[in-house]
């Protein structure tokens, strides 16, 4: 009997380092919780700034919430004043009530393009709203702030171990201080079982369905962006809102005169305003615009009230503008939304002619110089029911910026007459196809070989390929917790591409958008697309 305990000295640890290491190679239990998003960019046309408004993330409450404000080439210098109103009451009441600003600052604004900020102060979890006032205009900006919760798994995982700690000492304790052996396998046996249940919810929890999250699927609250473990009553499956419908209300704006343009988004099904827009690429709103000369604006109207979006824009001249936003309500999917009407621009003092742009084919260049910055872009076979991939080299060095949380942006209107006309706005407006993709950032170097001096290009010389040294999308997709690449981060490029399947034949208008030394350069070039194969269209 006095030989037992010595062996069991001596088994014991072995087993249970056994164990511990069948648990460390399980991974981890965090990928069960969800992620907490990192910062939140949201891009805003703010009077005649292009703004991109980045919280940083809250890594407690109370605590600190950084603002940074990214202007863009062409922003005027200036201050910003912001303010924090929480917009959710606290059951705890704390000292200032829901709807009542609880931090202020201000941001100035130099003629240097680049990130300015300023420091705020959050007191709780859940809905709250950025006020950014340039003097003129005030945008509204709601986000969330979660608190760090523990998921039950998780919490399982650490105390098993903890238990099996305590059990361990316990065991060894009993081995050494009684006669009988045998009775130390009775906390050894706790040991194991709790090792087992760790190793158990630790594997599983990768598995594990997360909770909808607050702000994205379910309307915030202060409770359940405190702990969105928490059971939820009442318990939903379906988190899908009605389609939205667009208005743009107001008198009919001048051509070469400033005016702003209220967006009124109101539910399919109630008619109420929607206010439960997330967002999406960086912005709570995408609106896109053509107008009569075929010129593109991709700007992000600012928010005045619950369901109002409003941009601040000068027509260039008179003619039709046909639009369309891209928006995510809380639940659902991508929604594109086009005016039914568009918009009319009266007579006024308008802009000069607009060049066309250049026409793009397989197998030739449409070159332009945009801000000094070169830009070629190269179609492969564009062919209607089959894949297209789109190239573009943008400079000639890596320094290309992500912009809305991407390297570049195409946008595809059509199919256009061929020529459009002098109104392309007025047929974009009839047209069944307003696309908006994103760049793929990888490239084919095989997509470009040698040229001659018409633009032909040969496609067989892969090795001479301008787009060598094309940088991936490293850092634009963050993994749970990290926060994506701002545009801060000028590190991208040259090349980027883009694959779009054109539905049908016929002439379309393309623009590829990509940010460069904060200037968001904007090429247009003129595509078209063949009838396909017998089964395409």
């Keep these: 009997m006095e030989t037992i305990p010595y062996r069991f000295l001596r088994i014991v640890p072995l087993a249970v380092l056994s164990v511990l290491w069948l648990a460390v190679s399980a991974g981890p239990a965090a990928a069960d919780t969800p992620s907490y998003g990192g910062d939140v960019q949201v891009a805003q046309t703010l009077g005649d700034r292009e703004l991109t408004l980045v919280l940083r993330r809250v890594t407690t409450t109370p605590g600190p919430l950084r ?15 912001v303010a924090l109103t929480p917009t959710g009451a606290a059951p705890e009441a704390p000292t200032v009530p829901a709807g009542v600003p609880t931090s202020r600052g201000a941001v100035t604004l130099g003629a240097v393009p680049g990130s300015y900020g300023t420091t705020l102060w959050v007191d709780r979890p859940g809905p709250w709203e950025l006020a950014v006032d340039d003097g003129q205009r005030t945008a509204r900006v709601p986000f969330v702030v979660l608190a760090q919760a523990t ?3 998780e919490r399982t995982v650490y105390g098993g171990f903890l238990v099996a700690g305590a059990l361990l000492v316990v065991s060894l304790l009993v081995a050494v201080r009684t006669r009988r052996g045998a009775w130390a396998l009775v ?6 079982a709790a090792l087992s249940t760790s190793i158990t919810a630790a594997m599983l929890s990768a ?32 988190y899908s809102r009605p389609p939205v419908l667009l208005s743009v209300p107001g008198p009919a704006p001048v051509a070469g005169r400033a005016a702003d343009l209220t967006l009124d988004l109101t539910d399919g099904a109630t008619g109420l305003p929607v206010d439960d827009l997330v967002v999406h690429d960086g912005a709570l709103v ?9 010129q593109l604006w991709h700007a992000h109207p600012v928010r005045i009230a619950p369901g109002v979006f409003q941009l601040h824009v000068t027509p260039p001249r008179t003619g039709h503008y046909a639009l369309s936003v ?66 573009a080299r943008i400079g000639d060095t890596n320094d290309l910026q992500p912009w809305l949380g991407m390297l570049g942006h195409l946008v595809v209107v059509g199919p256009l007459p061929d020529p459009p006309g002098a109104d392309v706005g007025a047929a974009a407006q009839r047209v069944p196809v307003w696309a908006h993709a994103h760049s793929m950032g990888d490239l084919t170097p095989a997509l470009f070989g040698t040229h001659d001096t018409n633009g032909r290009h040969d496609t067989d010389d892969a090795g001479s390929s301008p787009m060598d040294g094309m940088d991936g999308m490293a850092g634009l ?13 000028a590190a991208y490029g040259p090349g980027i591409s883009f694959t779009y399947t054109f539905p049908q034949p016929g002439h379309y208008r393309v623009w590829i958008q990509a940010e460069r030394q904060y200037r968001i350069l904007t090429m247009p070039a003129d595509l078209t697309i063949a009838p396909g194969t017998a089964g395409r269209r």
């Design 477 to 489: 997709m963050p993994g749970n917790g990290d926060s994506a690449a701002d545009e801060t981060v």
């Design 151 to 153: 998921a039950a798994p």
């Design 67 to 81: 603002l940074d404000v990214i202007t863009h080439a062409g922003s005027a210098a200036g201050s910003l004043r």
């Design 326 to 391: 891209e928006l995510v309500r809380r639940g659902g999917g991508v929604q594109v939304v086009r005016s039914p009407a568009g918009i009319d621009v009266i007579t006024g003092v308008a802009a000069g002619p607009t060049p066309a742009p250049p026409p793009l084919a397989p197998g030739y260049d449409a070159t332009a110089i945009l801000s000094g910055t070169p830009v070629t872009v190269r179609a492969a076979v564009a062919v209607a029911g089959s894949p297209t991939t789109l190239t």
């Design 187 to 192: 906390p050894a046996g706790g040991v194991v």
């Design 207 to 238: 598995s594990l369905p997360l909770p909808p999250q607050p702000g994205v699927r379910l309307d915030p609250t202060v409770h359940n962006a405190a702990n969105p473990y928490a059971p939820a009553q009442p318990l939903v499956g379906d």
């Design 286 to 294: 995408h609106l896109l615009m053509v107008g009569p000369s075929g």
